[in-house]
């Protein structure tokens, strides 16, 4: 039995989990455990097969039953989702029954002796407190991010949309890459998809630079010895950074009213709406300042800065403050000009710094809901629109949203934020890994 443990107890393990611990081993009580796990999954194999025959049929329709009674086929999914994490899990034990038999066998091949119980219990404290403590965020990870990601991964392959296949009222079919043809083949989806992704694109890109330059030119216009109380000037900047987001928005939404809005109403005491009037520029008493497609996209772009400008002003200030003085005064011993210092060392050591803070704030302004959706709320509306619900200042996420919350078109919506993730994640990973700052040992 010893010279072939390590053949035999592995095997036996594979036929019921522990019973090569129990039997060839005498592990008693590493076996037992192993056993009961399994006793434990197989008074449950009915469950487990049915929630993952739900997975795969999506339920039965059942017009004969009430609607509260028939199969609810986004739940039968989640449901199924779940059941196949735990699955998983189930086989990584299963497997390291297997593995833990063999190579226990293997010892007591060598040694003659096997681990003893009581080492075995002493072993399984020491690693304890490592595994509890990683266990909740795994737990975690799976259940709050793995499973909701996977289920709107698998909403872009079926038939889930207004007005036929909402559950509970019809269940929902699996229907491959139908969802993905119809996005590409109906003129009114495919051009209002290019349209929001060049904007999301415009808007992120030029978002992201005048936030981090703006915030750049006051952090250094601060920090100059000629200006006087600039802990003042900070605090006042900083300001728009305290409000909430949201509630900034809604206030600046009200100030942009083009016909009774406070700026709107200012100019027009003051006779500029009268003057550009006059010069052809507007054609009525008002200025359009969300009702007009350009003039909408340019408000956005200076809410935004006027939000986002504080954050990267903090940051810069402090990566000043902390630069060494030396450097700059060894420049100014070699007669290097202010203009010089900043191209030549402030510049490059700023970029170095904040470059991968500058990718984040990019993917961020991708998916910044808010900051069009509370303003503008994707408008003005468009020809498009009507057909596509984009609107021409809709990014890619409030596009989605108005698909998914409004008007009830999950699959299509599930497409969208599939292509969004295939963009933003390969580009901001690999615009990480190239950023110096990020490299291992140059730090």
């Known amino acids: 039995m010893r010279k072939k443990a390590s053949l035999s107890a592995p095997i036996a393990s594979a036929l019921f989990m522990g019973l090569g611990q129990i039997v060839v081993l005498k592990q008693y009580v590493k076996g037992f455990l192993f056993s009961i796990f399994e006793i434990f999954v197989l008074s449950n194999s009915s469950k487990i097969f049915n929630k ?12 004969d039953l009430p609607v509260a009674e028939r199969d609810n086929s986004t739940f039968m999914m989640l449901e199924g989702l779940i059941i196949v994490v735990i699955a998983i899990i189930i086989a990584i034990i299963y497997i390291y029954n297997i593995v833990d038999a063999r190579n226990t066998g293997k010892d007591y091949e060598k040694k003659g002796v096997v681990q003893s119980e009581r080492e075995f219990i002493h072993n399984i404290g020491e690693k304890a407190f490592a595994y509890l403590g990683l266990s909740p965020s795994f737990i975690m990870l799976a259940f709050f ?66 936030c981090y330059f703006g915030g750049m030119f006051l952090a250094l216009a601060l920090l100059d010895k000629n200006i006087k109380i600039p802990g003042f000037f900070r605090t006042i900047f900083i300001l728009p950074y305290a409000v909430p987001g949201m509630i900034s ?17 200012s100019l027009r005491e003051l006779g500029v709406i009268e003057w550009l009037q006059n010069i052809g520029v507007l054609q ?23 939000l986002g400008f504080p954050y990267f002003m903090l940051m810069i200030t402090g990566i000043m403050t902390s630069m060494r003085q030396d450097i700059y005064e060894a420049a100014r011993i070699d007669g290097a000009s202010r203009s010089q210092q900043f191209r030549f ?28 959706y509370f303003l503008t709320n994707g408008n003005p509306p468009d020809s498009l629109t009507t057909q596509s619900f ?27 934020a599939i292509v969004m993730f295939i963009v933003i994640a390969p580009f901001a990973l690999y615009n990480f890994s190239k950023t110096k700052s990020f490299k291992d040992g140059e730090l």
């Open 145 to 210: 991010v793995v499973i909701p990601l996977v289920f709107s991964f698998l909403i872009a392959f079926t038939n889930y949309s207004a007005p036929e296949h909402i559950p509970q009222k019809n269940t929902v079919d699996w229907v491959g890459l139908q969802t993905f043809r119809d996005m590409i083949n109906l003129k009114q989806y495919s051009q209002g998809f290019i349209r929001t992704a060049v904007w999301t694109f415009e808007w992120a890109f030029i978002g992201t630079l005048t």
């Open 284 to 306: 009525r008493d008002v200025i359009p300042w969300l009702s007009d497609t350009t003039l909408a996209k340019i408000m956005l772009i200076v809410v935004n800065l006027w």
């Open 249 to 265: 928005l809604f206030i600046w939404a009200i100030l942009l009213n083009g016909q009774f809005g406070p700026i709107t109403r």
């Open 52 to 63: 993952i025959m739900g997975l795969i049929t999506l339920g039965e329709p059942k017009p």
């Open 345 to 372: 060392i402030t510049f490059p050591l700023l970029m170095y710094q904040t470059i991968p803070l500058m990718i984040m704030s990019f993917a961020y302004n991708m998916n910044n809901f808010g900051g069009v």
């Open 390 to 416: 984009a609107g021409t200042t809709d990014t890619l996420i409030t596009w989605m949203y108005k698909l998914t919350l409004e008007q009830r078109l999950y699959n299509k919506a599930s497409v969208v």
